[in-house]
């Protein structure tokens, strides 16, 4: 642009000279015309030729420009490609490393995912072992610890090894120890009492209640963070563990199953309450026990007083009736009581009729006696009989209400169909448990009675044969 701004500069100043010319020439003659306008077509020319000139600097100038420009930035893209080249070597470079450092990565996280696993693992484990242990019991919060490293997503650390690690030794430290102390535990009508507590070891905790002195056992409850009394033990066991407590003994009955059994004993219905659970049929059957366990201890002590050695005296008798001493055979049997011995005197009474007479008044005794001695045992069969039949009827009254629930709500849920199958099944047992010793009972004393039976008849011919022997005329 400068140089075009002094080219028109220089154009004016040249074409000034050329229109003073004209101007003068003008004031002249027309001869002048020509030459001044070939003046003026000379310096146009001159000033084309100028300009052309100007322009062919201009153009020169902007070439070479152009040409440093283009050297300038050929230079520039030449570095750049090295520039990126280099770049290049070095990101191949980095993703070498990056690629090493996943699989460094990876491994380290497989590793760091196995002890966490291994960690939570072994807090599982700890906490089932001390939600089952006596020790838990000695204060509240001794598993909230585990249960914040099960919930927490992150990867436990040090810290959380550390408390995993305490709780294991606290738990083998408490475990060699036993401990008395008073304090709080739930009771089995689950009120909150107290009283005192023996932990012996991670074995078994006794609990002694402070109000009525009640003794059983207890375990730890992690529903409730606290002691639970589970069961009542019988009195054998619940002298023994007062003696215990009070420190009068040394021995004393311990759980060596980790309170399954305990928690065992406390799920065991009692006899109460499985007799309810038979239905009303229960009743019935035990009326049939009650009846029958009255009629045989009447024919125990009845039968228990029948002497079964008779031999003696009836030896005796024989040798007084052999030699014609009735009397004295009479008064022999005045202080004996037994049914054979009163078929005996009724011989003796006799002793003077025929042999048909005599034969008929013995046969008469025995028959009297019979009934004393068959007295309840007709009943007891029956009420054997009836035993077993009340349990079926039982059985299936229980069967039909199993049925009925069935129909009702359907089988997918067992426990709506386990009061059917209780009666079903208790009935049975309890009709079979009744009737089984009313059968022994009822053939022991069939048997008794027909052995006395077989020694009054024993006896009644021997007599019979003593006296036809002719010992009666004498």
């Known amino acids: 642009m400068r140089i075009r701004s002094l080219f028109i500069i220089l154009s004016l100043f040249l074409a000034l000279p050329g229109s003073v010319s004209w101007l003068a020439a003008a004031e002249g003659d027309g001869s002048g015309l020509l030459k001044r306008a070939t003046v003026q077509v000379e310096a146009e020319q001159q000033t084309a030729v100028l300009e052309n000139r100007l322009n062919k600097a201009e153009i020169a100038v902007l070439q070479k420009s152009a040409r440093v420009t283009k050297a300038s930035a050929a230079k520039r893209l030449a570095e750049l490609k090295k520039k990126i080249s280099a770049q290049e070597k070095e990101l191949e470079k980095l993703i070498l490393e990056q690629q090493v450092l996943e699989k460094k990565s990876r491994r380290a996280l497989l590793k760091l995912n196995e002890l966490a696993g291994v960690v939570r693992t072994s807090a599982r484990d700890l906490a089932t072992m001390l939600e089952n242990s006596p020790v838990s019991g000695d204060g509240p919060g001794r598993l909230e610890p585990l249960g914040k490293i099960l919930k927490e997503t992150a990867y436990p650390g040090m810290s959380e090894i550390t408390t995993i690690a305490k ?128 009629f045989s201890l009447e024919r125990f002590f009845f039968l228990s007083r029948v002497k079964s050695n008779t031999d003696k005296v009836m030896g005796s008798i024989i040798q007084l009736v052999a030699a014609g001493d009735f009397q004295g055979s009479i008064e022999l049997l005045e202080n004996k009581k037994g049914p054979v011995f009163r078929v005996v005197a009724a011989g003796l009474g006799a002793r003077q009729a025929a042999r048909d007479v005599l034969e008929n008044v013995l046969e008469e ?110």
């Open 167 to 294: 709780l294991y030794l606290d738990e083998m430290r408490a475990s060699a120890e036993v401990r008395r102390s008073q304090g709080p535990f739930v009771g089995l009508d689950g009120r909150r009492a107290t009283g005192l507590i023996v932990r012996l070891g991670a074995l078994s905790t006794i609990y002694q209640d402070a109000v009525d002195g009640v003794c059983g056992y207890a375990v730890y409850g992690s529903e409730n963070d606290a002691l639970l009394a589970v069961s009542k033990p019988g009195w054998r066991v619940s002298k023994n563990l007062k003696k215990f407590i009070a420190q009068e003994s040394k021995a004393v009955y311990l759980d060596f199953s980790g309170g399954d059994a305990v928690r065992r004993l406390a799920l065991t219905p009692s006899s109460w309450e499985r007799l309810r659970s038979g239905g009303i049929l229960v009743w019935p059957i035990l009326l049939v026990g009650l009846v029958a366990l009255i």
């Open 365 to 474: 005794a025995i028959l009297k006696e019979l009934p004393r001695l068959e007295k309840f045992l007709p009943t007891l069969q029956v009420l054997a009989a009836i035993a077993p039949l009340l349990g079926l009827l039982g059985t299936v009254t229980g069967m039909i209400n199993t049925f009925q629930v069935i129909t009702i709500y359907g089988a997918g849920d067992p426990r709506m169909m386990s009061g059917g199958i209780s009666e079903a099944l208790i009935t049975t047992k309890l009709g079979l448990t009744v009737a089984i010793p009313i059968i022994l009972l009822h053939t022991w004393f069939a048997r008794r009675v027909d052995a006395i039976i077989g020694d009054m008849e024993e006896k009644s011919v021997s007599l019979c044969i003593a006296l036809q022997s002719g010992g009666w005329k004498k």
